[in-house]
């Protein structure tokens, strides 16, 4: 090693030694996460948190597969105009399966959905032809947008405008007409999004931290570290000196087994033996894992370390559809939905619906429900009485408040017939 490198060496060890003291003497700093900066032109910008939450998904094995639950679920859904409940013909059909040249659907919801489950919110440019009509539409990440506030109506949190690509020299400014804005509420700051993950970054950091100190303790040939004895004492330099010295001679696998040479009146090396199970790591893992499932309503079965019997796996899936992919889809047909009929899009009564049908797990929710409405039918309960309880959404019926008679056949517990 030149001299430079030397100097660089040092130069980074003392930085990192002042960062060290800086969080020793202001040990809340380590846990702060910016959440909202304003800019001089008063427009809310997306919390810092979106990149790091990207970095969980990139490297950590829980969070990209709670959030590819989320993504590779909604993905494939197909959106459709329904009026009355029922698909129909509408110039919007073709456009919500082919949003642009590039992508079709699946691609932008993708997109959307993790997007959402990372930074808590997400947006939609649409593109309007010469004549006015949208054209195309793309997907916009959560730092590629700023939010301006209308300072006429602040205290109703309306928007003025959105600043897409603001950092970048081809930025460009467009209407709430021009640009939906998809976000969880965040009591923090309204006009912008809470992530989801934010709230499970530090058991993500743990995790992450017992993995690396894994590597480096089988790395190091599974030995543990050690003490250095000076019994005659030593100056704070010289102490700083042999922690450098140390660091850059003996740290990392490719070190292991080197030597120590006693100088400096050092006259003795004690090793500590911190046994793996005394620190408890596994089950550090076991619950950063968990917290990351329960964040995102994924089952421990769907997320891949519950009990996977058929049953299980079964209830999990319906129980994952029916709390949490349910609910986010109506999030977003509700907003998309509100978008279009305000752009005039949508006539009265139609409205944006995801097409469910084909999804196994709600159809066996729904064949378990009908056999309830049949028991329920054979108990002599009136039909419209089960609709309304069951929630089956078929609606008033003519007769419907009065009970079916059935005949019985005693010999297999069947209904014979109405009578």
């Known amino acids: 090693m030149n001299w ?29 996460e910016h959440v909202l900066s304003v800019r001089s032109d008063d427009a809310a910008q997306s919390s810092g948190g979106f990149q790091s939450a990207s970095d969980s998904y990139n490297y950590h094995a829980w ?24 698909a129909v013909t509408h110039p919007l059909n073709a456009l919500l399966d082919m949003p642009n040249p590039d992508m079709d659907s699946s691609d932008v919801w993708r997109w959307w959905a993790t997007d959402m489950a990372l930074g808590g919110e997400h947006g939609l440019e649409f593109v309007a032809s010469r004549n006015g009509q949208i054209a195309e539409w793309y997907p916009r990440q959560p730092d590629a947008f700023h939010v301006r506030p209308d300072e006429g109506r602040r205290r109703y949190w309306k928007v003025a405008e959105y600043r897409l690509f603001p950092n970048e020299q081809y930025a460009y400014t467009l209407r709430p007409e021009e640009f939906l804005h998809f976000k969880f509420y965040n009591p923090l700051q309204p006009y912008r999004g809470v992530s989801p993950t934010g709230a499970v970054r530090l058991s ?8 690396v100190w894994s590597r480096q303790f089988f790395g190091n040939g599974a030995r543990p570290d050690y003490a250095v004895i000076a019994p005659q004492g030593i100056t704070p330099m010289e102490r700083d000196e042999i922690e450098f010295r140390l660091s850059q001679k003996f740290g990392g696998a490719l070190n292991a087994h080197r030597p120590i040479v ?21 089950e550090q893992r076991k619950l950063s894992r968990d917290e990351v499932g329960a964040i995102y309503g994924v089952p421990d079965e769907i997320m891949g370390f519950g009990h996977n019997t058929y049953e299980n796996f079964d209830t999990a899936e319906r129980v994952l559809w ?66 309304k309880t069951l929630g089956l959404g078929v609606g008033d019926v003519v007769g419907g408040d009065e009970p079916l008679r059935h005949r019985w056949n005693w010999q297999d517990g069947d209904s014979g017939g109405d009578v």
């Open 63 to 86: 969070t990209q597969k709670a959030v590819g639950v989320w993504g590779s679920s909604i993905a494939p859904l197909v959106l459709r105009v329904t009026r009355g409940g029922e």
């Open 262 to 282: 006693l100088e400096e009146g050092i006259t003795d090396i004690k090793t500590f033996s911190f046994p793996r199970g005394d620190s408890q790591w596994m």
């Open 322 to 387: 029916s709390l949490t992919l349910i609910n986010l889809i109506n999030f977003r047909d509700s907003r998309l939905t509100n978008f279009f009929r305000r752009g005039g899009l949508l006539g009265p009564g139609e409205k944006v619906e995801t097409d469910v049908s084909r999804v196994w797990a709600l159809r066996r929710a729904a064949a378990v429900q009908m056999k309830d409405a049949l028991t329920l039918s054979r108990m002599g309960v009136p039909f419209n009485v089960i609709d």
């Open 4 to 32: 430079f490198s030397r100097l660089v060496n040092v130069a980074r060890w003392r930085f990192g030694r002042v960062v060290a003291g800086l969080f020793e003497q202001y040990p809340d700093l380590a846990n702060r």
């Open 204 to 211: 993500v950091v743990i995790d992450e931290l017992v993995q």
